[in-house]
């Protein structure tokens, strides 16, 4: 493998091109990707060519190969991005940050896996099973947030439909020692609507796919995924996705992270509850709208661990306040439906929140004292849902392909000015270039 490595097509860095054109651009990317090369550097960053299939360049040998290496010694990857980011972070007891940025599909997602993978492998083995446990707890903690924020869009069986930026933290020595996640703009729309030939999370499909019969029976639901409104656009997809055997993967996962039985089951509880909440129905006696299917309501009240009674009033009333006095208000059947919508989301929404959050409780950074220990730091990595333009663009896509833009440019000044300042000092001619 070494030495199949070290034969190079076109240009391994782009910054080692005689003359730069988007043509020439091209096909130099072009060129090494036809040979198997899916990455190239331009200098300190890494353009990375979604092959969309596995290739066997991120075990255990090629770990190695990078291990130590400074960044140009061997050919581009991604384990040199992480190797340096984490030579620098331990060289200089400096936090540092790797940016992922790309359209959806690129790979973000599958990059951010490596990279960690990489990370938890270079790291010392250690005695100490704090610092064991740690690395597990960063790994498995993906697939959860992947079963939650991912899902099926017509470029990528498993598009991160959020935001993630994680942290990383290191003691004095260079071993991780705990981790947070921070979580933005969940596409939580994607829970009522999907675009034709998508799917919802991937959670839904799981449970229904994966439970077992007596899990299932329990939660009042059927393993015909074209039962439920919520989900039924994505119901009819054939795709590689085996739901069933993800289910089992995403619920050990939870186990071996910390989750209680009784915090898992609950989980399970209210995924049901959104896709019952799918299947309300709203009719109009006069002027006054009625749930049709009071039965439905019941089942959810009983998964919610609420009274009847109180989610029939949620679902058909709005509380209004008016000066001093707080009234009721009965929804039309639009509003109603609206209404119905919005809990789902808002429901999804906090169920992921709280996953974070719990996941975030047990990852920690716990009993390390710098007085004694010395400072930690961080290696940050940012993986945010890629610019998508859609039929229909969700707000929360609009924001995304705003945030991508905004990132974009921000990279693009960093890079400039970096250069600029090298050239400065270093005396070499240069026409100054403005950044907005």
């Known amino acids: 493998m070494a030495e199949q490595e070290s034969l190079e097509f076109g240009k391994a860095d782009f910054v080692l091109m005689d003359t730069v054109s988007m043509p020439e651009f091209m096909a130099n990317l072009r060129l090494r990707f036809e040979k198997g090369r899916i990455y190239t550097f331009i200098g300190e960053v890494v353009v990375s060519v979604n092959p969309y299939k596995l290739l066997n360049i991120y075990g255990r040998d090629t770990i190695e190969q990078y291990k130590g290496r400074e960044l140009y ?8 991005i992480a190797d340096a980011a984490y030579k620098a972070m331990k060289r200089r007891s400096k936090d540092t940050c790797i940016v992922i940025s790309g359209e959806s599909g690129a790979g973000k997602t599958e990059a951010s896996k490596y990279i960690m993978q990489y990370i938890a492998a270079i790291t010392n083995p250690s005695q100490r099973a704090e610092v064991e446990r740690v690395k597990n707890m960063l790994l498995k903690s993906n697939c959860v947030l992947e079963a939650f924020g991912n899902a099926k869009t017509n470029r990528n069986d498993n598009s991160s439909r959020f935001g993630k930026y994680m942290d990383i933290n290191f003691d004095f020595k260079g071993d ?22 998508e799917r919802s999370f991937h959670s839904f499909y799981q449970l229904l796919q994966g439970g077992s019969e007596q899990m299932l029976r329990s939660l009042h639901l059927q393993k015909s995924l074209s039962s439920y409104n919520y989900i039924h656009v994505g119901a009819q997809l ?30 399970y509880k209210i995924l049901a509850a959104i896709l019952h909440l799918g299947n309300l129905k709203f009719v109009v006696d006069g002027d006054t709208p009625l749930i049709e299917n009071g039965k439905v309501v ?13 989610v029939e009033k949620a679902l058909l009333y709005r509380t209004v306040a008016t000066g001093r006095d707080i009234i ?7 509003e109603a439906s609206y209404g119905r ?41 940012l993986d945010i849902y890629g610019f998508e333009i859609f039929d229909n663009n969700s707000f929360e896509q609009f924001c995304i392909n705003y945030c991508n833009e905004k990132l974009q440019q921000l990279f693009i000044q960093l890079v400039l000015k970096q250069e600029q300042e090298e050239y400065q000092r270093e005396g070499i001619p240069w026409k100054h270039v403005g950044l907005l």
Not at 73 to 80: N, T, V
Not at 176 to 197: A, D, F, M, T
Not at 358 to 371: G, P
């Open 73 to 80: 010694e061997r050919p581009p990857h991604l384990f040199a």
């Open 176 to 197: 991780p020692i705990g981790g947070h996640i921070n979580n933005y703009l969940l596409e939580k729309s994607r829970v009522i609507v999907q675009q034709p030939g």
């Open 238 to 267: 054939k795709s590689s996705i085996n739901d069933a055997a993800e289910f089992k993967v995403v619920a050990d996962a939870m186990k071996v992270i910390g989750f209680k039985p009784e915090e898992i089951q609950t989980v």
């Open 298 to 310: 019941s089942i959810i009240a009983e998964l919610l661990s609420t009274k009847t009674d109180m």
């Open 328 to 334: 009721d208000k009965q929804h039309t059947e639009q």
């Open 341 to 381: 919508d919005a809990f789902a989301k808002a429901i999804y929404e906090r169920l992921f929140c709280w996953i974070v959050t719990r996941i975030n409780d047990i990852i920690e950074v716990k009993n390390y004292d710098t007085t004694i220990h010395g400072k930690n730091t961080v290696i940050g990595v």
